[in-house]
């Protein structure tokens, strides 16, 4: 009988964690659009690739959410790469990661909707 609740409590338990996982994973939905190519002042080319992630009910709006990055020097030999994205109106919140592979740099942010959210990167080559 001990040997029957306890196996029972085991298979409950690990019924519940496995239900939660299934849970969390439509908590957002993650949209990765083209990467942005950029050169840098010194002439070197980037990339800049951008992750939203937005809740599930938003994702017909994700077609709406545009980006554009820009390259200046950072004043100490690097570019800093400023990344815009627009969140469209009525989003209540997204999450915003902006990253350069190669250099390892990376930014995060949230932004809502109807709102510029701006991310710096500041990559080691000018």
Do not use: F
């Not at 050169?39 to 994702?59: A, D, E, F, S």
């Amino acid at each position: 009988m001990k040997k029957r609740l306890v196996v029972g409590t085991l298979a409950a338990g690990l019924m519940l964690v496995a239900g939660q996982a299934t849970a969390s994973a439509n908590v957002a939905w993650c949209l990765t659009d083209p990467p942005i190519e950029l050169v840098t002042p010194g002439g070197h080319n980037i990339t800049v690739n951008n992750m939203i992630y937005l809740p599930p009910k938003y994702l017909h709006l994700s077609r709406q959410i545009t980006e554009d990055a820009s390259a200046v020097p950072d004043g100490h030999g690097g570019t800093l790469v400023a990344v815009q994205v627009w969140i469209p109106s009525g989003v209540s919140k997204a999450q915003v990661v902006s990253s350069e592979n190669r250099y390892q740099v990376s930014s995060e942010g949230a932004g809502k909707g109807g709102v510029v959210t701006t991310l710096n990167l500041d990559v080691p080559i000018s």
